[in-house]
């Protein structure tokens, strides 16, 4: 099954062109593209996305509140977040906002194919040395996200946590996104990982 992807940016043109490159891929489908703020979420309502690919510069600024607008009414969309540069101060806002992947503008195809591909998968996905992991007096993990990475751990799937602990399976994409960025883990299971050798499982 195809990944589907919505593009949101200013430029009707670069996102045709933009969209052309990634349809040449296999395993993504550009179904849809917005060029306002106000066109995103019926986009995203309209075409169903599995992921929603943005500039950090989009929307006259507005694309951290895209992301959070996104990943609140649509829970099953992931958001990745094309930025200028990826720094941590970028990524943490991103991550803040519901962003699962950031990638930077200078970055070539297969690395933006990777990050649509992890974002696809409710895993966060971007530069480890861009996430600042967890150090002492900074908040603990919850208990909740606690109970997703000892399931994780256990090898089950998104949506078998989800059934498991009575959650939506975008629930469980958040929780997990948040437990990855306290941890600084490459994805979910390296974060159940690091978890189960801090005696936190």
């Known amino acids: ?56 510069s989009t929307m006259g600024g507005k694309a951290l509140r ?7 009414r649509h829970p099953r969309c992931g958001v990745a977040l094309m930025v200028g540069a990826a720094t941590s101060s970028v990524v ?6 519901g962003a699962l992947g950031v990638v930077p503008k200078n970055a070539r195809l297969p690395q933006l194919v990777t990050t649509l591909m992890g974002v696809a998968g409710g895993c966060l996905t971007v ?11 900074e908040q603990s993990l919850s208990t909740r996200e606690m109970d997703v990475l ?10 078998e946590i989800a059934g498991e602990l009575y ?16 941890l600084g883990g490459r994805n ?8 189960g050798e801090h005696g936190l499982l």
């Open 1 to 56: 099954m195809s990944i589907r992807i919505v593009l949101a940016g200013d430029h009707q043109l670069v996102l045709e062109a933009f969209a052309e490159t990634l349809n040449g891929v296999d395993g993504l489908e550009v179904v849809g593209l917005a060029t306002s703020y106000d066109s995103v979420q019926p986009a995203v309502e309209r075409h169903r996305p599995t992921v929603l690919l943005l500039g950090e």
């Open 66 to 72: 895209v992301a959070t607008d996104v990943r609140s």
């Open 92 to 97: 943490d806002r991103a991550v803040a906002a």
């Open 127 to 137: 530069d480890p040395s861009l996430l600042r992991p967890v150090s002492a007096g």
């Open 150 to 159: 000892r399931l994780t751990a256990g090898g089950a799937t998104v949506k």
């Open 167 to 182: 959650l939506a399976a975008g629930t469980v994409r958040n929780l997990t996104s948040a437990a990855i960025k306290k």
């Open 188 to 195: 979910r299971f390296d974060a159940a990982r690091i978890a």
